[in-house]
């Protein structure tokens, strides 16, 4: 038997040069509340034109690319095309605008960003040492409430799925560090009997965390902290600590700052999950954790994306035991565990 030469082609090459147009394709599609009027029974080129307030040439551009991208699945086939079409799963749990799953917000959260990426080449060369705090250097009351209310459409599921994940029975205080909106905090408290929570993050933050916490009827199990976690000093008396989607907005040595105060303040016996964007332990993908950290450059932070490996360095210089990583999201999020020693 012979081996077949793999022959080299341009198309991997070519799909990525215009990658772009993906994106654009896809808020639109948002913009335009495609995946709504579906679900609410527009499934032709006819009735979706209609419902978009756009010509039918335009509706059926759109929905062939929707189709072609599997974010539209056809619902019958008449020989010459799909005649009527449905919502991809995700689409109809998370992008119909009437949903209280509705995570719209998340997926255009960076799109004021598109600009800035298409001058990357200049943020690259670069040579000026970068600001510490990034995106959150000037932080404002109304600038958090526009940001938080992307992350909250999306925090909520993670929540949910730390709840799911984690079990905190028995456990009397959380710590959630740059918790944002509240979003983990929420979920724990209401999941947990007994459980209180302290959201410790920047001040113009946590008036907005507070607006959250009213909004979910839990003010009175969660407190907020404004204060910086690398610069103040963290509250002391918990017996758990979240820190989740913020790893790479710092550099090791930040990190490694923060898993050691979360270390010192924690009670004895006390445990530490830090959710992250993750490089795999061999620094090869995911490319979404890769993003993450290259976002960064355009922040004008110094924060870059981290391995698995260096996550469990952090837990163990600090002191943690049984220090592991868990996959969190598939391609997203591991979260890193450990335990202060009783
Ligand atoms: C991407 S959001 C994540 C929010 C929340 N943990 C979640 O998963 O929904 C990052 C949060 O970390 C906060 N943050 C970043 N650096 C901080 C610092 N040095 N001190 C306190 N909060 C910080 C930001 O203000 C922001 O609310």
């Not at 198309?11 to 394709?25: F, N």
């Not at 690398?230 to 790893?247: E, F, K, Q, R, Y």
Request: net charge negative.
């Amino acid at each position: 038997m012979t081996d077949t030469p793999t022959r080299v082609d341009t198309t991997r090459l070519q799909h990525l040069a215009r990658g772009y147009t993906e994106t654009a394709v896809f808020y639109a599609a948002i913009d335009l509340d495609l995946f709504s009027h579906v679900s609410q029974g527009a499934t032709d080129i006819d009735a979706l034109a209609d419902a978009m307030s756009i010509t039918m040439l335009n509706a059926e551009r759109l929905v062939v690319v929707c189709l072609a991208l599997g974010l539209l699945e056809p619902d019958d086939t008449s020989g010459n095309g799909p005649s009527r079409v449905r919502n991809a799963a995700d689409c109809e749990k998370y992008l119909v605008s009437t949903s209280d799953r509705y995570a719209g917000a998340w997926m255009t959260f960076t799109r004021r960003e598109t600009g800035d990426w298409f001058d990357l080449t200049e943020s690259l060369r670069d040579l000026e040492p970068p600001a510490t705090l990034g995106i959150y250097s000037d932080m404002t009351v109304e600038r958090a409430r526009r940001y938080h209310a992307a992350t909250y459409s999306i925090g909520m599921g993670a929540g949910r799925r730390f709840c799911r994940h984690v079990d905190l029975t028995g456990r009397r205080h959380l710590l959630d560090l740059g918790g944002g909106s509240g979003a983990y905090s929420i979920n724990a408290v209401k999941t947990f009997e007994g459980l209180r929570a302290t959201v410790l993050d920047l001040p113009p933050v946590t008036v907005v965390t507070q607006e959250y916490l009213e909004q979910n009827g839990v003010s009175d199990l969660v407190d907020t902290v404004g204060g910086d976690f690398i610069a103040d000093p963290l509250p002391t008396g918990c017996d758990v600590a979240v820190m989740a989607s913020n790893l790479p907005i710092y550099d090791a040595e930040r990190i490694q700052l923060v898993v050691q105060k979360t270390f010192d303040a924690l009670e004895p016996g006390g445990e530490m999950h830090l959710v992250g964007e993750t490089l795999n332990a061999d620094g090869v993908g995911p490319v979404d954790a890769a993003m993450w950290g290259m976002a960064e450059v355009l922040y004008g932070s110094g924060g870059r994306a981290h391995t698995s490996t260096e996550c469990i360095g952090y837990f163990e210089s600090a002191g943690f035991a049984d220090v592991h990583n868990v996959e969190f999201i598939r391609g997203t999020l591991t979260r890193t565990v450990g335990t202060k020693p009783a």
